[in-house]
C-alpha cells in the first residue's frame, strides 16, 4: 500500500462522524424504548445526553472546550430533569432544538461571501459544474432562505407547544401562562412536524422541476436515493467553512 493510499488521520475522522452519530441515534431509540416500557423519565433524560454526545462527539474528540462545555451543561439539565420527574421535557425540546438549530445552519450561509447551503448540496449530489450555473446558483440561494424561514418558524411554533401542551413546561414547574387543552400534541412535535419537513422537500422538488424547466433533473426516487447515498458527505459538509468556492 503507498503512502498515498493510507487514510489520514483527518480522513478517518471525517468517516467516524456519521459512524458516531448513527450509534448515539441507535442507543437514543433503545434508551426511549425502555423509559416509555419501564416508565422511567430518568432514562428518557439519559437518552438526550446520549444523542447530545453523538452529536458533538467530532469536537469532543478533538478536545474542544466549548463541547465538553455543552455536554457537561445538558448533563446537568439531564440530571435536573431526571431527578425532578421531567426527563421527557427534554424529549420534548430536541424537535424545538433541531429546527432551530437547523434554521441557524441555513441562515448563517446565507451572510455575503458564503456559499449557500443548498448550493453546497447541489454540487455534491450533481457536481460542482450544476452548483455554478446562474439559474442554479440563484435558486439554491432562494431556496436556503427558504428552509431557514420554514425551519425557523416551525421551531417557534414547536417551543410554543412545549410550554402550553398538558405536562409541557408550564404544567411541570407549575408557572402561570396559557395552556393547550387538546391532546395530541406530542405527535405533532415527534411525528408531524418531520412530516411538514418532508412534505416540503417533496413540493419543493415539483416546484424545482417547473421552475429549472429546461435543466435535467433526476426522478424523485433517485434524487431521494442520492440524498441517502451522499449523506455521510452531507454531514461532513455541515462542518466545514461554507466559503463560496469550495464546493
Do not use: K
Request: hydrophobic share 60%.
Amino acid at each position: 500500500m503507498s503512502a498515498a493510499s493510507l487514510p489520514t488521520p483527518d480522513s478517518a475522522a471525517r468517516r467516524g462522524r456519521p459512524r458516531a452519530l448513527l450509534v448515539a441515534l441507535a442507543l437514543y431509540f433503545v434508551l426511549i424504548a425502555l423509559a416509555g416500557a419501564l416508565v422511567r423519565s430518568g432514562l428518557a433524560a439519559l437518552a438526550v445526553v446520549v444523542l447530545g454526545a453523538g452529536v458533538l462527539w467530532p469536537a469532543l474528540r478533538r478536545g474542544h472546550a466549548a463541547a465538553w462545555a455543552g455536554l457537561a451543561a445538558c448533563a446537568a439539565l439531564a440530571l435536573w430533569c431526571a431527578l425532578h420527574g421531567a426527563g421527557w421535557l427534554l424529549v420534548d425540546a430536541l424537535p424545538v432544538l433541531v429546527n432551530l438549530g437547523l434554521c441557524a445552519l441555513f441562515a448563517r450561509t446565507l451572510r455575503r461571501a458564503r456559499q449557500p447551503l443548498i448550493a453546497r448540496f447541489v454540487a455534491i449530489l450533481e457536481g460542482p459544474a450544476r452548483a455554478a450555473e446562474p439559474r442554479v446558483a440563484r435558486y439554491a440561494r432562494a431556496l436556503t432562505l427558504a428552509w431557514a424561514l420554514v425551519l425557523g418558524l416551525q421551531g417557534l411554533l414547536l417551543g410554543m407547544i412545549v410550554l402550553a401542551m398538558p405536562q409541557g413546561v408550564f404544567d411541570a414547574l407549575a408557572l402561570p401562562g396559557p395552556r393547550l387543552a387538546a391532546p395530541g400534541w406530542r405527535w405533532y412535535l415527534h411525528v408531524g412536524s418531520y412530516g411538514v419537513v418532508g412534505a416540503f422537500l417533496v413540493l419543493e422538488y415539483g416546484y424545482r422541476r417547473w421552475h429549472l424547466r429546461g435543466l435535467a433533473h433526476p426522478s424523485l426516487p433517485a434524487f431521494l436515493l442520492a440524498l441517502v447515498r451522499q449523506w455521510p458527505a452531507l454531514l461532513r459538509s455541515l462542518g466545514e467553512p461554507a466559503s463560496r468556492g469550495r464546493p
